[in-house]
């Protein structure tokens, strides 16, 4: 018979039972099989319940003795159910600070703090240039009692921190897709699908009457979405004019292609820039492109949000993913990896299209 996942209000159950008899400071604790065989739940939710008693001093790890009492007494029940409640890091990275992208992680930071108060968590925010760089960063996150943590943008040099926090058995999700370091540790991931968006924009330009479409590609996401750019094309039935692929790890080139293309008899009917980057680079290269958008030529711009409120005159298709869709996916994600549960490895939500019109 399957036994019970990790609740976040076992270990307030177990240290309860615990002292409800007279217990002296140095006394041995219940095992992991003790705890399991008790409660009737996993060896994996016993030893959450170890490990978050350990964090808050209630018990603690003895070289010879194992796992002890730390004070002989439970503290009293408020006090003891309030520091075992989830406590949950927020880590930002620097880049949110920056304009393009400011208005996106405030909406994601601050749903991710309604969700955080409707389950009654305490929460704590991080939005530091650095921190995964400090190697005391973790320790500082673990002293402060996290128990949870919600990470955006996770780079390279964060591997170290996040694996010490997951040797912790601190439950991590991450949103934006990891580097290939991150693979060994089974972190779960909220992103969003790339593959999908594209083929949804891409049918309905073609349903608009747009047989030339021109990608600028210039983004760590280009293969997935050209992927489904050519299905898109598939699925129509149309013949895919491969010269309309363009992707390039330099903007300059990127950028003269498209204006290759533009300039041709025959110019393309819409371009897709894979980056409020790329867009601004073609903006700035040749300012006359506000024009040929003015006269019909069709611009979507992936992952700028409100695009449209910095270009007001411009009649933009904007293709971003939802911060608030993304923040509730996020945390019900760590929920479930939180009471033990199994979780996919990468949960993928829907990019929202806006059109000029909506």
């Not at 409800?20 to 095992?31: I, K, L, M, S, V």
């Not at 601190?170 to 909220?190: A, D, Y």
């Not at 041709?264 to 958008?293: G, N, S």
Request: aromatic share 10%; charged share 25%.
């Amino acid at each position: 018979m399957r036994r019970r996942p990790f609740d976040p209000g076992l270990p307030r159950q177990v240290a309860a039972r615990f002292f409800d008899e007279e217990r002296q400071a140095g006394e041995p604790f219940w095992t992991v099989r003790e705890i399991a065989s008790q409660f009737d739940v996993s060896y994996h939710a016993a030893h959450l319940a170890v490990a978050a008693l350990l964090r808050q001093g209630v018990v603690k790890r003895h070289a010879r003795r194992g796992t002890c009492v730390a004070t002989g007494k439970l503290p009293p029940l408020t006090e003891y159910q309030s520091i075992l409640n989830p406590h949950l890091a927020i880590v930002f990275p620097w880049w949110t600070r920056e304009p393009e992208h400011n208005s996106f992680a405030l909406e994601l930071r601050t749903e991710l703090f309604r969700q955080a108060q409707d389950q009654h968590w305490r929460f704590t925010f991080h939005q530091e240039s650095g921190s995964w760089d400090d190697p005391l960063f973790p320790a500082r996150l673990l002293a402060a009692g996290c128990t949870s943590l919600i990470a955006l943008g996770v780079a390279e040099e964060a591997v170290l921190a996040v694996t010490r926090l997951h040797d912790a058995n601190v439950p991590i999700v991450t949103i934006g897709r990891n580097q290939r370091s991150f693979k060994f540790l089974n972190v779960p991931v909220v992103d969003g699908d790339d593959h999908k968006a594209m083929w949804r924009l891409a049918g309905a330009l073609l349903r608009q009457g747009c047989r030339r479409i021109v990608v600028a590609g210039n983004h760590p996401r280009t293969s997935t979405r050209l992927a489904g750019f050519r299905e898109a094309f598939i699925q129509a039935r149309k013949s895919t004019p491969m010269d309309a692929f363009i992707d390039a790890l330099d903007y300059d080139y990127v950028a003269s292609s498209v204006w290759q293309r533009l300039d041709r008899k025959w110019p393309p009917q819409a371009v897709i820039c894979q980056d409020f980057y790329m867009f601004r680079h073609l903006m700035a290269l040749r300012p006359e492109l506000t024009a040929r958008i003015k006269a019909g030529l069709v611009v979507a711009v992936f992952d700028h949000f409100f695009l449209n409120r910095a270009y007001p005159d411009l009649p933009l298709v904007e293709v971003t993913m939802d911060p608030s869709e993304l923040a509730r996916t996020a945390m019900l994600v760590l929920r479930r990896s939180m009471r033990g549960e199994s979780v996919p490895a990468e949960t993928l939500v829907d990019y929202r299209i806006q059109w000029p019109s909506q």
